[in-house]
Structure formats: C-alpha cells, structure tokens
C-alpha cells in the first residue's frame, strides 16, 4: 500500500493555527489589561492607535479582547485535529476576513480613522492570509 506524503500546507497548517493564535493573545492580552485598567492612554501613542479604534472605548475594548483571548485558546485546540475541528477553523477564517474587510473599509472611508490602514494591512496579511493559505488547499483536499 502507498503512502501519501502530506502537502506542504497539511505539514504547515498546525504550525499556521498555532502562530495565528500566538499572535491574537500578543495583541489581545496586553489590550483587554490596558482597557481593564483604563491605561492605554498611557502607552505610546502609536501603541495608543492600534488599541484605541472608535468611540466604544475601554468596555468595547474589554469585550473584543476577551472573546478574541478565548478564541486563541480554542485555536490552539483545534490545531491538534484540523480536519476534525473543520467547522471551527471555516468560522475562524470567514468572520475573521469579515472583520479584517470591515476595518479596511472603516480605515479608508472615515477620516478619523485613517491612522489605522498600516495596522489592519498588518492584521490581514500577518494572520488571516497565512492561515488560508494553508487551511483551504487542506480543506479542498480533504473533500474531494
């Protein structure tokens, strides 16, 4: 019997899941201690931007962070089973695109938030993009 050798995004997929998950508790960890403790005003103000998006403030702030802190730790989850955690990682890539679509449109369209096209570039390309790139050749695969 003949083995397949797994594609180059099945060997990088858990790797991608995880990395994605590193990066939203490196974000998401110090915002959700910032807002709580009503500091991020007093962080840099460039550090100050990437936290601070809108009139909702620190409740917005702590909310966002905390479901994103949770979402981490389910990613790190699924990372062990993909396939298994299949409906998972499809919600986590489409609100995800939708999340990163909506602030890319608030970014260019509002005035008062132009400050933050560079981070929400970054927050696509860094995070979303890899994770596709190996999540849906895997899954594609995985159904035919």
Request: with cysteine; hydrophobic share 55%; net charge positive.
């Amino acid at each position: 019997m003949k083995q397949t050798q797994p594609s180059r995004a099945a060997s990088w997929l858990p790797v991608m899941i995880r990395l994605t998950a590193v990066g939203y508790l490196l974000f998401f960890v110090p915002d959700l201690v910032l807002a709580t403790t009503h500091q991020i005003g007093a962080v840099p103000s460039f550090f100050a931007r990437l936290f601070d998006w809108g009139s909702g403030g620190d409740p917005v702030a702590v909310m966002f962070s905390t479901v994103y802190v949770v979402w981490a730790l389910f990613l790190f989850a699924s990372a062990r089973e993909p396939l298994a955690n299949r409906l998972f990682l499809d919600f986590n890539l489409t609100a995800n695109s939708a999340h990163f679509s909506a602030m890319l449109v608030m970014a260019v369209a509002m005035r008062d938030q132009h400050q933050h096209l560079a981070g929400v570039l970054a927050l696509g390309l860094i995070t979303t993009a890899p994770l596709a790139a190996c999540w849906l050749p895997v899954r594609r695969r995985a159904t035919s």
